[in-house]
């Protein structure tokens, strides 16, 4: 069983629209949860932390987080073209050996805006 | 500079090869990880440094070897390696390792991607 599985998409939506990108993961225990955004060719940008259930909003962006069900989705609203890109959901997990826990990582999920 | 800064950005070797993957970061941070990321699977957990020391190594041939000589700069070293290692390879670091089922965000370098001939 995958620990952070996303559908890999693509999703398609159209410019203007609402853009809705979904997460479930496995360990019922982890309380840290993270969208990153990566475009094709770039490294990971991080957009999006959330730590307690509900919605969190920054800007276009919206955090939604339901640890009853275990999964976490990210809204984008007035979806433009330069929000294609594949979405990554971490979810903290497993133990480091040394203190702490890892992030695991989703496959991510490809959105395409089209005009 | 700002960030985290990797070089090279593109490295092509044979199998027989020794070369250095280097990262930077200039966020004051304790916490470096190196991750690997192949077409269509998820960002794989390399190494895991805090304060210099390494707190996990995440099941890695030996022909990866990391080098944390301190907290703002973390190798690593490449040798005889195989055709399955070619991918994207980034490194990332946070204020700390965070607590159990907590962590601090992570931010990433821009990659070295790594071609085995």
């Known amino acids: 069983q995958k620990e952070v599985e996303q559908n890999s998409g693509p999703l398609s939506v159209p410019e203007g629209a609402i853009a809705s990108l979904n997460c479930t993961y496995s360990?019922?225990?982890?309380?840290?949860f993270f969208w990153y955004r990566q475009y094709s060719g770039k490294s990971p940008e991080l957009i999006m932390s959330?730590?307690?259930?509900g919605d969190k909003e920054d800007g276009r962006f919206t955090a939604q987080l339901n640890k009853a069900s275990q999964y976490v989705s990210l809204l984008i609203r007035d979806s433009q073209p330069s929000d294609s890109a594949t979405y990554l959901c971490?979810?903290?997990?497993?133990?480091?050996?040394?203190?702490?826990?890892?992030?695991?990582f989703g496959t991510g999920t490809q959105l395409k805006v089209e005009l | 500079e700002t960030g985290v800064t990797q070089t090279p950005r593109h490295l092509v070797m044979g199998m027989t090869n020794k070369k250095s993957l280097k990262c930077e970061q200039h966020l004051g941070h304790n916490a470096m990880y190196w991750y690997k990321q192949s077409a269509k699977k998820p960002l794989e957990l390399m190494f895991v440094y805090s304060l210099e020391e390494r707190v996990e190594n995440n099941s890695v041939p030996s022909r990866f070897s990391p080098e944390c000589p301190n907290s703002s700069h973390l190798f690593l070293h490449l040798h005889t390696l195989q055709p399955e290692d070619s991918a994207l390879y980034l490194c990332?670091?946070?204020?700390?390792?965070?607590?159990?089922?907590?962590?601090?965000?992570?931010?990433f370098g821009d990659g070295t991607r790594l071609s085995i001939l």
């Open positions: 990332a670091s946070s204020q700390d390792l965070g607590t159990d089922y907590s962590n601090q965000p992570q931010h």
């Open positions: 959330i730590y307690s259930n």
């Open positions: 360990d019922r225990g982890s309380q840290s």
């Open positions: 971490a979810v903290n997990g497993a133990r480091v050996t040394g203190g702490g826990n890892k992030l695991t």
